[in-house]
């Protein structure tokens, strides 16, 4: 059976609007994956912590606040921390280019900019957990 | 160091890993499975099935902060459709967790159903096997709720919860559904709403005139608020009461026992299903037999007997 993709969705920060990754979350269901969805205002352990025990492929993150050159790394180093450095991470939020430069040289995976189809999430997603490779043996 | 030995140290991953690949019945799942069998003890198994939208997830929540504050562990399974178009699901119920403790005192998945249609994941129980043989005292699993009837879980589970509202409708719709016959405890939610008490008087006069014997488990009508944390207590009280009558009297062993039989039909069912569909897979076309059918020319049963007698009988 072919594995279906899991993604955690969840929004960082005090911003209050959920809306966008609603429909994000929408766009990646209709799309065949399986997406947890975790509410607003979740701290980077809480993030880190739910995507372990929900084992999934990526983690994305919606940032509206501003707060994105805070709340990425923190995230990162959570992961890092907790043995989940393989996760990929990427989110959606108003950032300069050079600072999405900036963040993809620490690890995020990508950042989308708002305007952005959300068919081009969906076809970078297929493709990083496609390349992603894990060489564990269970027994 | 393998992934299952350090699941046996307690770590978390190890045990996130484990149950996607039991989930995903990837090669060797049985195997493991039956590795992880012998750990597993007679731990409590608790389900919540109920309409869409009854508070399932915030009296999971809820109870979880009961068991936590009694010490024990808990693990939670919550159960979310699987969308028949795009195979997609989206799975929401860890919203109404709150300020859950560490992982090693509460782990909470998701799971998609992937087509199963009983209110559970096929693959439900196996990981509540999972769950177990890592420590959980306690596993608490939260059916799909859009079912009428959601029988998967009384196989599943050792107290079954049926949680409604005041808006679900009157007992006699209740009875119908069969619901009378799944509860160990009964909960109209949302008791803040108008209809509660109504509701309540009306399944309590139903279960009247539903044949018991008087020794056996008097099912409770607990009214609760799930938002406001009203009557919690008496809820966790009264699952906590049936786990004891019921291991008091024997019908937890016999509930077990028949859930094992089960099992080992389930099993042998899907296997003799795969190998039989194999099998036929390389030798017949479908296609051809549809036309036969369709055209009239051949009807469904004899086509039935005919495969049956040629590949069937070993
Ligand atoms: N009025 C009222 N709303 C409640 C109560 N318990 C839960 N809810 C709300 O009902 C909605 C559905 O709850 P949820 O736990 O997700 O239901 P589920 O679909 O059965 O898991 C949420 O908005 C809850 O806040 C209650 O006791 N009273
Ligand atoms: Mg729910």
Same mark, same amino acid.
């Given at each position: 059976?072919?594995?279906?993709?899991?993604?955690?969705?969840?929004?960082?920060?005090?911003d209050?609007?959920?809306?966008? +990754?609603?429909? +994000?979350a929408?766009?990646f269901?209709?799309?065949?994956?399986?997406? +947890?969805?975790?509410?607003?205002r979740?701290?980077?352990?809480?993030?880190?912590?739910?995507? %372990?025990q929900?084992?999934?492929?990526a %983690?994305?993150? /919606? %940032?509206? /606040?501003?707060?994105?050159?805070?709340?990425?790394?923190a %995230?990162l180093?959570?992961?890092?921390e907790?043995?989940?450095?393989?996760? +990929?991470?990427?989110?959606?939020?108003?950032?300069?280019?050079?600072?999405?430069?900036?963040?993809e040289?620490?690890?995020v995976?990508?950042?989308?900019t708002?305007g952005?189809?959300?068919?081009e /999430?969906?076809?970078?997603?297929?493709?990083?957990v496609?390349?992603?490779?894990s060489?564990?043996k269970?027994m | 160091? =393998?992934?299952?030995?350090?699941?046996?140290?307690?770590d978390i991953?190890?045990?996130?890993?484990?149950?996607?690949?039991?989930?995903?019945?990837?090669?060797g799942y049985?195997?493991l499975?039956g590795?992880?069998?012998?750990m597993?003890?007679?731990?409590?198994?608790? &389900?919540?099935? &109920?309409?869409p939208?009854?508070?399932?997830s915030?009296?999971?929540?809820r109870?979880?902060?009961?068991?936590?504050?009694? &010490?024990?562990?808990? @693990?939670v399974?919550?159960v979310?459709?699987?969308?028949?178009?795009?195979g &997609?699901?989206?799975?929401g119920?860890?919203?109404?967790?709150?300020e859950?403790?560490?992982?090693?005192?509460? #782990?909470?998945r998701?799971?998609?159903?992937?087509?199963?249609t009983?209110g559970?994941?096929? *693959?439900?129980d196996?990981?509540?096997?999972?769950?177990?043989?890592?420590?959980?005292?306690?596993v608490?699993?939260?059916?799909v709720?859009?079912?009428?009837v959601?029988?998967d879980?009384?196989?599943?589970?050792?107290?079954?919860?049926? =949680?409604l509202?005041?808006e679900?409708?009157?007992?006699?719709? @209740?009875?119908?559904?069969g619901?009378?016959?799944?509860?160990?405890?009964?909960?109209?939610?949302? *008791?803040?709403?108008?209809?509660?008490?109504?509701?309540?008087?009306?399944?309590?006069?139903?279960l009247?005139l539903?044949?018991?014997?008087?020794?056996?488990?008097?099912?409770?009508?607990?009214? =609760?608020?799930?938002?406001?944390?009203?009557?919690?207590?008496l809820?966790?009280?009264?699952?906590?009461?049936?786990?004891?009558?019921?291991?008091n009297n024997?019908?937890?062993? @016999?509930h077990?026992?028949?859930?094992?039989?089960?099992?080992i039909?389930?099993?042998?069912? $899907?296997?003799?299903?795969?190998?039989?569909?194999d =099998?036929? *897979?390389?030798q017949v076309s479908?296609?051809?037999?549809?036309?036969?059918?369709? #055209?009239?020319?051949? $009807?469904p049963?004899?086509?039935g007997?005919?495969?049956?007698? @040629?590949?069937?009988?070993?």
């Open positions: 059976m072919a594995e279906k993709i899991r993604v955690l969705l969840a929004k960082p920060g005090l209050g609007h959920d809306r966008g +990754i609603k429909v +994000i929408a766009a269901r209709d799309a065949g994956m399986e997406v +947890i969805y975790t509410g607003l979740q701290t980077p352990p809480m993030i880190v912590d739910a995507a %372990i929900e084992d999934v492929d %983690i994305g993150v /919606s %940032i509206l /606040s501003g707060a994105h050159m805070t709340l990425f790394p %995230i180093k959570e992961m890092k907790k043995g989940a450095g393989d996760i +990929i991470l990427f989110g959606g939020g108003i950032v300069p280019d050079e600072e999405i430069k900036e963040l040289a620490l690890g995976a990508k950042v989308f708002p952005a189809p959300t068919e /999430s969906i076809r970078f997603l297929r493709e990083a496609g390349k992603k490779k060489d564990e269970i | 160091m =393998t992934v299952l030995e350090k699941f046996y140290q307690r991953r190890a045990l996130s890993r484990i149950i996607s690949f039991v989930e995903n019945r990837e090669e049985r195997q499975l590795e992880l069998y012998r597993v003890g007679h731990g409590l198994r608790i &389900g919540i099935t &109920g309409p939208g009854a508070g399932k915030t009296l999971v929540n109870l979880v902060h009961r068991f936590v504050a009694d &010490g024990k562990t808990v @693990a399974i919550a979310d459709p699987t969308s028949p178009f795009s &997609g699901a989206l799975l119920d860890r919203v109404r967790m709150q859950f403790p560490a992982a090693e005192q509460v #782990y909470f998701s799971m998609a159903t992937r087509g199963a009983g559970l994941a096929a *693959a439900t196996n990981i509540a096997v999972v769950m177990e043989a890592f420590g959980y005292d306690v608490l699993i939260e059916t709720g859009v079912g009428q959601e029988l879980i009384i196989d599943a589970c050792d107290t079954v919860v049926v =949680t509202v005041p679900s409708g009157d007992a006699v719709q @209740a009875m119908k559904a619901l009378m016959e799944i509860s160990d405890v009964m909960v109209i939610n949302k *008791a803040d709403r108008p209809g509660s008490e109504n509701l309540i008087d009306e399944l309590k006069s139903a009247h539903q044949k018991r014997d008087p020794d056996a488990w008097q099912i409770p009508i607990i009214a =609760t608020e799930g938002i406001n944390d009203k009557n919690i207590d809820l966790y009280e009264k699952i906590l009461e049936h786990d004891a009558f019921t291991r024997g019908r937890f062993d @016999a077990r026992r028949e859930q094992i039989k089960k099992k039909i389930n099993i042998l069912r $899907n296997r003799f299903q795969r190998e039989f569909l =099998t036929l *897979a390389g479908f296609e051809q037999i549809v036309d036969d059918i369709y #055209y009239g020319r051949q $009807n049963f004899q086509v007997e005919d495969l049956y007698d @040629a590949f069937g009988r070993k």
